[in-house]
């Protein structure tokens, strides 16, 4: 009887034993996801989305971490931290992203959207989509997967004097351009006719309208609002001369060692947090137009006669700049993704698809 019960016994400790091996390996098989966020309400709640149907989809089997990006550094130490393993997803500036992947810059050409849609849209075209990412595959030795891409702003223009309708009434007004200092923007500005163009830092815009040093600046409008620009502008011009991106780029390496199941996962997050971002963007600037509107500011919506004009200008000078670093193939692949894009966009779509995943913005 004794031996019995010793072997009953060392059957129990045996299967005790085993169980809690399977516990450890069950927790040992949980990954963790880095996501290095932008700090926009909107891009946490895209990246918040995104964590939201991860962890969700896959049981726990992934966990996903959400940080603010500035804690690691500048935004392109950032994609460098992704390339090396060290984050798995960060939504990427245009800039951040420039020095890895030229090509990149190919979606700031001046006007190439004749609307914020066609901007939502283009990467979900799946033809233009599968050549774009196999090209950043490429460029980034095969270590940055693109996901998706959102709206991160529509470039306007802001002036002391105006009201400016066309380029030459930049000329016209003797406008001081403030604008990062980028080719792109310098030479597109000084095109359309600006006087001068002055190239100082963002936190200075302010105090240069407010003395003279500059008459007139551009950027996104939440952003002008928020920095308080408006205070000393009076004009705003909806040119809608540029559309950034931010980009949902993924590690590689990560992806490819996920199952099947779990890689379709990671790619309808990715499409979910752009979608969130996207509907997030377009509130934030439809409010700040509301408030400068309601602040008495003089607001000029170009006609599609006055747009063509802008746009003239700003494609020829955004190609010409843009051809140095984006292969042709490239270019010509954007243009025709455009030109489909256009051509079918569904608003009823596009705003059923933004009711369902309002909730994430709440």
Request: hydrophobic share 40%; net charge negative.
């Amino acid at each position: 009887m004794k031996r019995i019960g010793l072997v009953v016994l060392v059957l129990v400790f045996a299967c005790a034993s085993i169980a809690a091996a399977g516990q450890r390996e069950e927790v040992e098989d949980v990954r963790e996801i880095v996501f290095a966020s932008q700090s926009f309400s909107y891009c946490m709640a895209g990246a918040n989305a995104f964590k939201d149907y991860v962890e969700r989809e896959t049981d726990g089997a992934l966990t996903v971490t959400v940080i603010d990006w500035k804690a690691l550094g500048d935004d392109r130490e950032v994609t460098d931290q992704l390339r090396l393993g060290e984050i798995e997803v960060f939504n990427a500036t245009t800039g951040s992203l420039s020095g890895v992947i030229p090509a990149v810059g190919m979606t700031n050409l001046p006007f190439l959207f004749e609307n914020r849609y066609v901007g939502w849209e283009l990467f979900n075209d799946e033809e233009y989509f599968s050549y774009v990412q196999d090209a950043w595959l490429k460029q980034s030795n095969n270590t940055i997967r693109l996901l998706g891409a959102s709206e991160n702003s529509i470039r306007n223009l802001y002036t002391t004097r105006g009201p400016i309708k066309v380029p030459s009434d930049l000329t016209e007004y003797s406008i001081k351009m403030r604008t990062p200092a980028i080719p792109m923007y310098t030479e597109l500005f000084a095109e359309l006719g600006s006087t001068q163009i002055v190239t100082l830092g963002a936190a200075e815009r302010y105090s240069a309208l407010q003395s003279g040093l500059m008459d007139g600046t551009e950027g996104g409008l939440a952003s002008a609002w928020q920095a308080g620009l408006l205070e000393v502008c009076d004009y705003v011009t909806l040119t809608g001369h540029m559309f950034d991106h931010h980009y949902y780029i993924f590690n590689n390496d990560f992806y490819e060692s996920l199952s099947p199941e779990f890689q379709k996962i990671i790619d309808e997050a990715g499409n979910l947090a752009a979608w969130v971002q996207n509907i997030g963007v377009r509130a934030a600037e439809a409010e700040s137009l509301q408030m400068m509107k309601d602040a008495g500011k003089v607001i000029h919506e170009p006609t599609p006669e006055e747009n063509a004009q802008w746009r003239e200008i700003g494609v020829r000078v955004g190609t010409r700049i843009l051809s140095e670093s984006v292969p042709a193939e490239y270019m010509e692949a954007t243009f025709d993704a455009v030109e489909r894009v256009s051509a079918s966009i569904d608003m009823d779509a596009i705003d059923s698809q933004a009711e369902r995943v309002s909730h994430y913005l709440d």
